[in-house]
């Protein structure tokens, strides 16, 4: 299977714990992002790199929030001090820049996501 | 304001109708647009994308823009129950990536 790959796909953890997600893109994809997404809400962006460099990254996100992707290929999101109000799918997405603008649209492919659910 | 509305529906349709879905948005700089389809439970998957005034078509799909209007619908023709889920409309401005909270379909057999 050459999709974007995510794990854990669950994760339960107790309030005030760190947890850590990993997220494998398409392989010869460069950009890679991160959303959050809640019940009836469409995805909500936290970040994106291209390649290793984060590029943006969401005024929504607390600093308990942060995401590597050290050598430009896979991606972790790590979560501080978790509260109940991340419970939350987290997905990732990953997509093939062609650096044509608007002409060439960033059309991006998700992966299955991670539930986390914070007691 | 959000920066991309959509109606949370739910729409329903008989099975062989057109749906139409509905997104308007806020940023007058966004350049490409997107519609995703989201099962239940599942992670949302590109139906087409759109990035000039007018229609676009693929297969039962058709995309519409008006950038004047700031508003981007999906036609969907000969709705089939397998249809039945969320749809998401996303806008892109460079950088930035904004999901509407998607509209609901529901194709009854």
């Known amino acids: 299977d050459t999709g974007v790959s995510q794990n854990p796909r669950h994760k339960i953890t107790k309030r005030g714990q760190n947890v850590t997600f990993r997220c494998d893109p398409i392989s010869e994809h460069n950009r890679l992002y991160w959303y959050r997404q809640t019940l009836g809400q469409g995805p909500e962006f936290l970040t994106y790199f291209q390649n290793e460099a984060q590029l943006e990254k969401s005024r929504l996100l607390s600093d308990r929030f942060s995401a590597e992707r050290p050598k430009g290929s896979f991606s972790t999101l790590e979560i501080q001090r978790t509260e109940q109000g991340d419970s939350a799918m987290y997905l990732c997405?990953?997509?093939?820049?062609?650096?044509?603008?608007?002409?060439?649209?960033?059309?991006?492919?998700f992966g299955p996501g991670t539930r986390l659910t914070v007691l | 304001q959000k920066e991309v509305e959509q109606n949370s529906g739910p729409l329903s349709v008989p099975e062989g109708a057109i749906a139409s879905l509905n997104c308007t948005y806020s940023?007058?700089?966004?350049?490409?647009f997107f519609w995703y389809r989201q099962y239940s439970g599942k992670s949302p998957e590109l139906i087409m994308f759109i990035y000039s005034n007018g229609d676009k078509e693929d297969g039962r799909f058709t995309a519409q823009l008006n950038k004047a209007s700031q508003y981007v619908s999906l036609l969907i023709r000969d709705s089939q129950p397998s249809d039945s889920a969320t749809y998401l409309c996303?806008?892109?401005?460079?950088?930035?990536?904004?999901f509407g909270s998607g509209t609901k379909l529901n194709v009854k057999p």
């Open positions: 997405a990953s997509s093939l820049a062609r650096g044509g603008g608007y002409l060439t649209p960033d059309t991006q492919y």
């Open positions: 996303a806008v892109s401005n460079f950088n930035k990536f904004y």
């Open positions: 940023d007058r700089g966004s350049q490409s």
